[in-house]
């Protein structure tokens, strides 16, 4: 507020900085109404704009503030971005809308690991791991090849549906297929699983 006083012009940059800082430390609200105030005085909203807020509305009670932000990147013509699609991805399905996600994800036309990643893991949170697993011999099919991250969502994706071979399977083969060594997260999903 002082800026201005001081004859230091508010750009975008400035915007960002006080919504990523409010999202830092857990004020969405207040971050949401910087952001509504910012385009209110027509300041254009950039991609780090977005990537700044869309966090702050991953969660079950901000289905509707997920779609707002999502009409602002597309008037904005930020939807192509591959950060700001992954993460809205990744908003739509924490927020509860799986729909909303796989609708994002299909139009995405430059996905990579971590898009895919995003859209499995929308699949396993739903309780769809039938779905994931699809996504996944898509993704194969593709051309793309697994992380430390699919690899961990896909076993336990096996697991839900009780098919122990199969995940233990791919968890015997992942350093032969995909040149992945288990880790923590691996183990962990195998434990599950067995358990």
Not at 13 to 18: C, G
Not at 51 to 76: D, G, Q, T, Y
Not at 95 to 102: E, K, N, R, Y
Not at 177 to 195: C, E, K, Q
């Amino acid at each position: 507020q002082m800026m201005e006083s001081y004859g230091v012009k508010r750009d975008t940059a400035s915007w960002n900085a006080l919504i990523a800082g409010s999202v830092h430390n857990v004020h969405s609200d207040r971050a949401l109404r910087i952001f509504r105030q910012m385009q209110s005085l027509l300041v254009r909203p950039d991609y780090i704009t977005i990537l700044s807020i869309i966090p702050a509305f991953a969660n079950l009670v901000a289905f509707s503030k997920v779609r707002e932000i999502h009409a602002c990147i597309f008037h904005n013509n930020l939807e192509m971005d591959g950060k700001i699609a992954n993460a809205l991805i990744n908003a739509y399905s924490k927020s509860g809308d799986l729909a909303g996600a796989c609708a994002v994800f299909d139009r995405h036309s430059s996905r990579n690991i971590i898009s895919w990643n995003c859209i499995i893991l929308a699949h396993l949170l739903h309780g769809s791991p039938s779905e994931a697993l699809d996504r996944f011999c898509e993704m194969k099919q593709e051309g793309v090849r697994p992380d430390h991250t699919t690899l961990t969502a896909v076993i336990k994706a096996y697991g839900l549906q009780g098919k122990v071979s199969e995940a233990k399977q791919i968890f015997y083969n992942m350093t032969h297929d995909y040149n992945i060594t288990p880790d923590l997260d691996h183990y962990a999903a195998i434990v599950d699983l067995l358990g």
